[in-house]
């Protein structure tokens, strides 16, 4: 039987959510139902809220979501009614590179994640007869209740909170997995992140965790340097027009180990790149703006310096989310600081609050 639940749906590309209730549909096999309590807000909802990105409207949004799991269809063995659960991102777990664990760069990626339907075809949710568009991300989490799957389906520890627990499922496995997977930043290294917010943070985070010499934080807005001092940054940079390569330079002569950027402008990229040190990696995560170029010296690359690019972290949630949150639990990855609830009700002004810098990760809770 389809159920009433509690959604912020979105009716128009630019405009606002609207809260109203839509009707669910039940799981099917390999699919769970979620009782949601959290849900973080990405950037990615943003970008689909303001820009066509071939998903259809209306729809409901969400891809950080953590709740109890209510019912579960048949096939699903990792996870039980009344588990605690952190959602992440859906992949086929049948293509090459699901197989070799690299479901991040699923091949099904697009078709899982964007397509407003679930996998076997059905239309998650309708509101008088009409389709309501969902399984955004494997979920549409901004409701009170989503489906989601065994394979985006992460258990969570009982001593974890669900609004801290649910940005682990996109932003936070985004910024730290950079840095641990795709950098693999150590002790050795000094560090840098381009762009301050809640994925940088994430990333500078675990540097702090790893014990990098030098950690560099880049940012055009002071607050944001005031919290990555208290988070661990060893040194601030305010991006006000200045030289950034070269105050840089000014921390670390030899050049920086290791750059995570969020920020996808080719300026920042190619400043980065050219405050490498030998044997320098850049990894790069945002996507930028449709005609993006960056142009940079060939030569820099010489010298074994290199640029990298990875969505998710280079991530398997159903392993990195749990060690991650291991590392939280163990006091080694605070991001407590980041964290700003608002109610469900409140989403419209949550995504304000973000846009202007007043929330760094805002978080809607489900009462
Ligand atoms: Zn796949
Ligand atoms: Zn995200």
Redesign the pocket.
Known sequence: MPMPVRAAVLRQRGGPYAIEQVELVDPGPGQLLIKLAACGICFTDVGVQRYEQGTPLPQVLGHEGAGTVLAVGAGVRHVAVGDRVVLSYA?????????HDH?QY????MA?NYAGVLPDGRVPMRQNGQPVYGGFFGQSSFADHAIAYARNTVKLADDVPFALAAPFGCGLQTGAGTAYNTLNVQAEHSFAVMGAGSVGLAAMLAAVDRGCHSIIAIDRVAERLELARQLGATHTILADGRDVMAALRAIVAIGIDRIVDTTGASPVIRAGLEALASRGELAMLAVTAPGTEITFNPNTLLGGRSLKGAVEGDADPQSFIPWLIDRHRAGRFNHAPLVREYPLEAINEAVADMASGKAVKPVLVMR
């Open positions: 992949s086929c777990g049948a293509c090459a590179n699901c197989g479901p699923c091949s099904n990626f899982l």
